[in-house]
């Protein structure tokens, strides 16, 4: 089956300790990028990457970094995870067209304290 | 940079009515998509439009790309439960990097039986 797989679905960490989100697509789509959603703000890009090896700045990059070593995978770290970046993560891939629709994974709900 | 407004955030609707929601941005587009989330589910997409004043239809669903491709809206007629969710536009400007697909808020849509 054709999907976006997140990991972990739930997260809650406390302030400074580094985590990951993992991010892993099998339709090989070159097109991947992380979201964040918040109440009243929609859907807001955080990084976004063309294919392997490159990566981009999204609207709201601080605190975050990501790395695509290989195609399938795209990992979200938060090296010194803070309270301001509790929300709802996605991940998602788009195949290699422009007027691809963006595939979504299930979401990671993060909690930092 | 370019942003995207979405009205209404809230739209409350009785079962078999009618209702629009409405995406515009400041700059001019080169697409806009629309997707659909449920309630604790991820987006998913709907609908494409790229040709200026271009309409697609969906059953119930009504999709418009207005003239200066710089708005657009999505009618649901004879509302019904399944409708439920949040429904967001996003778009990419024509002077972006195809990679940064800027979502608006989202119309969060309550359905009275």
């Known amino acids: 089956e054709a999907q976006v797989t997140q990991n972990p679905r739930y997260l809650i960490t406390v302030t400074g300790k580094k985590l990951t989100v993992t991010c892993s697509q099998n339709m090989n789509h070159e097109y991947m990028s992380w979201y964040r959603q918040d109440p009243g703000l929609g859907l807001r890009q955080i990084y976004y990457s063309m294919n392997v090896e490159v990566t981009d700045k999204g609207d709201v990059p601080e605190g975050y970094k990501v790395s695509r070593k290989e195609k399938r995978n795209f990992p979200l770290i938060l090296e010194s995870p803070s309270p301001n970046q509790t929300s709802l993560y996605f991940c998602?891939?788009?195949?290699?067209?422009?007027?691809?629709?963006?595939?979504f994974g299930n979401g990671t709900r993060l909690t930092v304290t | 940079g370019q942003q995207v407004m979405q009205i209404p955030q809230y739209q409350h609707v009785q079962e078999g009515e009618d209702f629009t929601t409405y995406c515009n941005s400041s700059t001019t587009l080169s697409n806009i998509q629309w997707y659909k989330q449920r309630p604790g589910g991820h987006p998913v997409f709907l609908i494409q439009?790229?040709?200026?004043?271009e309409v697609k239809k969906q059953k119930r669903l009504t999709f418009q790309f207005g003239e200066a491709k710089k708005n657009s809206s999505l009618h649901i007629t004879a509302t019904q439960t399944t409708d439920v969710g949040t429904y967001f536009c996003a778009g990419r400007g024509t002077t972006d990097s195809w990679g940064k697909l800027q979502f608006g808020a989202g119309t969060q849509v309550v359905v009275t039986p």
């Open positions: 998602a891939s788009m195949g290699g067209l422009y007027n691809s629709p963006l595939h």
């Open positions: 439009l790229v040709k200026s004043g």
